[in-house]
C-alpha cells in the first residue's frame, strides 16, 4: 500500500482527458501518509452542501442544488501476487460508472476518489474519516467475483439489486 503511483498518474490523467478536475496527494502535506497515492476526481455542476431540494416545480428533487454522487476505484496490488480480487478491475469499473453518471446526470456534481492501500491499510477508512464523504448522498464501489451475487458483509454497505434489460452483448 502507498506505492500506487503509476496507477493514480494513469487513472488521474484519463479522467481529466475526460473533463474532471483531478487532485492527487490527499495525504495534507503527509499528515496521513497512506493517502498520498489517493486522488479525487470532480466534475458536473459545483458541490454543494446541505441544499434544499426543490420539489416544487417537477414534483422530484432539483438535481442541481441536492445531488453529489461519488465512484470508488480502488487500485492497489499485493506484492508478489498482484491483482488478487480484481482491484485493477475495480478502478476501471468505477470510473466507467462516473464517466456515464457524469454524462447521463450532467446537472448533478460526480466524483471518483482513487482509493490506494485497500489490501493493507484501507485507504477508504482514511478518506472518509478526513470528511470526503461527509456531503454526498451516495457512495459506490462495485467489486467483481466468479458468480454473481447480491451483498456481502460489511456495516459500510447496503447491497442494490440492479437487472438489466435488453439483449446482452456476448
Not at 479525487?40 to 420539489?55: E, H, L, N, Q, S
Amino acid at each position: 500500500g502507498g506505492q500506487e503511483q503509476l496507477a493514480m498518474k494513469a487513472v488521474g490523467e484519463f479522467l481529466e482527458d475526460s473533463g474532471f478536475t483531478v487532485t492527487t496527494d490527499l495525504s495534507e502535506e503527509g499528515k496521513y501518509p497512506i493517502l498520498k497515492t489517493a486522488l479525487r476526481a470532480d466534475a458536473g455542476v459545483p458541490m454543494t452542501y446541505d441544499a434544499p431540494i426543490d420539489t416544487a416545480s417537477t414534483g422530484t428533487a432539483d438535481l442541481a442544488t441536492s445531488y453529489n454522487m461519488a465512484f470508488l476505484g480502488e487500485y492497489d496490488a499485493l506484492p508478489g501476487l498482484g491483482h488478487g480480487c480484481g482491484h485493477n478491475l475495480i478502478a476501471m469499473m468505477s470510473v466507467g460508472a462516473a464517466l456515464g453518471f457524469k454524462e447521463a446526470v450532467p446537472e448533478a456534481h460526480t466524483t471518483f476518489f482513487g482509493c490506494p492501500a485497500e489490501e493493507t491499510i484501507g485507504a477508504k477508512l482514511n478518506i472518509a474519516d478526513n470528511g470526503y464523504f461527509d456531503d454526498l448522498q451516495a457512495c459506490l464501489i462495485i467489486h467483481p467475483d466468479d458468480k454473481t451475487t447480491i451483498g456481502g458483509t460489511s456495516f459500510a454497505t447496503h447491497p442494490l439489486e440492479i437487472t438489466f434489460l435488453g439483449k446482452e452483448a456476448h
